[in-house]
């Protein structure tokens, strides 16, 4: 039994649904956004996060992927979706511990080691009633397969989540039915994207880097010194832009750069300075868009980094700078 409808019924239809809105625009009504809201209103003008698709956004370990994570499922539900969010590789305790360090403007390294002073319990009793977003998104640090996966979503979710986020891609190994990591990666990738289209929501799937960005950057990086042997403190960011990751860069690229309908990656090039010993601020982190389906693409988006709070945040423009 096939299925299938008439180009000009769905033409029709979804032309309704936009005039319906445009006239209840005009009219001063509010509105629910046709899509998920990430809190950062440069990537929203982008065309991020399209309700229906998923989005996969790569960064290389320690790049700030849980940070990003956080900050989207924090948006969402302060908009009134009720997110989910599967961490398998941290424990939730030290999510928490991120969401507290923002929350009191201290790092969660000195607030794990309880080196914060008199007052502290006080400070930390008052996070729940702060952060009450937290109340309605879903976590869970539990590893299953992608099967089981793919079926609690489908069960689970609803319009209302708006988003699910999944960090991260390479957490599912090669399963029994399976020949390798990347047959079980391109799975689970059609899988989400399905899963996003059937419940009109976002879903976001971080994913690892290849090995040989990190050899690539090395070379970039010590072919810059020896051209630039005067100046052996790099003032710029040009010394680590072979850190920058490409198209084709993510782990087991094929099988997900073809099923996602938009791809991101987080780069802070202030920190691959610094890991080659450069006194260099990490204050900035950009997102580049290399995959846009709905929007722009090869785009790069700078923001604000707090490393210690782990924080992302809009950058001021020179006009509205003080």
């Known amino acids: ?24 625009k005009g009219a ?39 940070a990003w994570a956080l900050q989207l499922l924090k948006a969402a539900a302060e908009y009134g979706y009720e997110p989910r969010g599967y961490f398998y590789e941290d424990p939730l ?10 929350s009191i403007g201290e790092s969660a390294y000195s607030l794990r080691r309880l080196e914060l002073g008199p007052g502290i319990s006080e ?38 989540t708006g988003l699910v986020i999944i960090d991260y891609a390479q957490a599912f190994d090669a399963e029994d039915n399976e020949k390798s990591v990347e047959r079980v990666i391109a799975r689970i990738a059609w899988g989400l ?62 099988a997900l750069y073809q099923r996602a309908k938009q791809i991101l990656y987080i780069f802070r090039p202030g920190a691959w300075l610094r890991a080659h010993g450069v006194a260099a601020k990490d204050d900035i982190v950009q997102a580049m868009i290399d995959k846009g389906n709905y929007g722009p693409n090869k785009e790069i988006v700078e923001f604000n980094w707090n490393g210690s709070l782990t924080k992302i945040s809009e950058k001021k423009s020179k006009k509205n700078a003080r």
């Open 1 to 24: 039994m096939t299925h299938g409808e008439k180009l000009s019924e769905v033409l029709q239809k979804r032309n309704n649904e936009l005039i319906k809105l445009y006239e209840k």
């Open 28 to 66: 001063g009504e509010d509105i629910e956004l046709q899509y998920i809201p990430t809190g950062l209103p440069s990537l929203d003008s982008r065309g991020l996060l399209e309700k229906g698709i998923l989005t996969i956004i790569g960064g290389d370990p320690g790049s700030g992927k849980t």
């Open 93 to 102: 305790k030290l999510l928490s511990d991120r969401i507290t360090s923002a």
């Open 123 to 160: 400070r930390l009793r008052a996070v729940y009633t702060k952060e009450n977003w937290t109340e309605f998104v879903t976590v869970s640090d539990v590893q299953t397969d992608s099967a089981t996966l793919l079926e609690e979503l489908d069960k689970k979710c609803t319009e209302d």
């Open 193 to 254: 994207n399905q899963l996003a289209k059937k419940k009109n929501i976002a879903i976001v799937l971080f994913s690892q880097l290849k090995t040989e960005v990190r050899e690539r950057g090395k070379k970039y990086f010590d072919n810059w010194r020896w051209k630039n042997e005067r100046d052996p403190q790099p003032s710029d960011y040009d010394a680590v832009e072979g850190y920058r990751p490409l198209s084709g860069d993510l782990q087991w690229s094929s």
